[in-house]
């Protein structure tokens, strides 16, 4: 079983920066694909970004040149900085994580919260 524990969430002004973190725990598991999505009140969790094993990324277009996720395989963590932050961003920021071991899994973290005020 694979736990995930997300960190970096907080208030912060439009036009601010954040950066999360996720870090995926267990044993015998391997790490494919991460990402974050995020859920706003009232509206359905969306993919913010992903990125593959071999670094491979896409993002969603209302983040793009301004958020960069980014890996560190060997601590099986997964970041998302996050600049020039807009109040639309304000939503919990999820972590979600492919990992095989006997068979496909994907986990979720358990969200962590971004407010920004304009």
């Known amino acids: 079983q694979v736990q995930l524990v997300e960190s970096g969430g907080g208030l912060v002004q439009a036009g601010g920066s954040l950066r999360l973190s996720c870090a995926a725990s267990?044993?015998?598991?391997?790490?494919?694909?991460m990402g974050w999505f995020r859920q706003a009140p009232g509206k359905q969790r969306e993919l913010v970004a992903r990125?593959?094993?071999?670094?491979?990324?896409n993002y969603a277009d209302s983040v793009k040149g301004r958020f960069t996720i980014s890996r560190d395989n060997a601590k099986n963590t997964v970041y998302l900085q996050m600049n020039s932050l807009k109040p639309e961003d304000t939503a919990v920021y999820y972590c979600?994580?492919?990992?095989?071991?006997?068979?496909?899994?994907?986990?979720w973290g358990q969200g962590t919260q971004v407010t920004v005020s304009s």
């Open positions: 979600n994580v492919q990992t095989y071991s006997t068979t496909w899994v994907n986990s």
């Open positions: 267990g044993s015998r598991f391997i790490i494919s694909a």
């Open positions: 990125i593959s094993r071999v670094g491979s990324t």
